[in-house]
């Protein structure tokens, strides 16, 4: 599966971004969907995920009530919509899919949240 994320950039601390992860060579619905992040000099993080089929979601404790995860099957597109961001928000933002199978992660979105 190959995974393309869109929609970093730069803005100010409590503004709001929607992150994309458009999927293809399976199908978003029946894939385990995640962001992680990393900022820099630190680790990769997790910081939500959808289960596949059902669409169970689960968030990091430093974003849930400001970061939602959600799907477009239609559009075989995974969003992650940001609100509220803040400073510690800065990172590369990574999109991955998982299944029987496969294991796969996109490029990356830059994303930088000044203060």
């Known amino acids: 599966v190959q995974l393309v994320e869109s929609g970093g950039g730069l803005v100010q601390a409590g503004a709001s971004l929607r992150l994309s992860c458009t999927a293809s060579g399976r199908a978003v619905r029946t894939s385990a969907m995640s962001w992680l992040r990393q900022a820099p000099g630190k680790e990769r993080m997790f910081v939500a995920s959808i289960t596949g089929i059902v669409g169970l979601t689960s968030y990091a404790d430093s974003v849930k009530g400001r970061f939602t995860i959600s799907r477009d099957t239609a559009k075989n597109t995974v969003y992650l919509q940001m609100d509220n961001l803040q400073p510690a928000d800065t990172a590369v933002y990574y999109c991955?899919?998982?299944?029987?199978?496969?294991?796969?992660w996109g490029q990356g979105t830059l994303v930088t949240v000044s203060s």
């Open positions: 991955g899919a998982s299944g029987p199978g496969y294991d796969s």
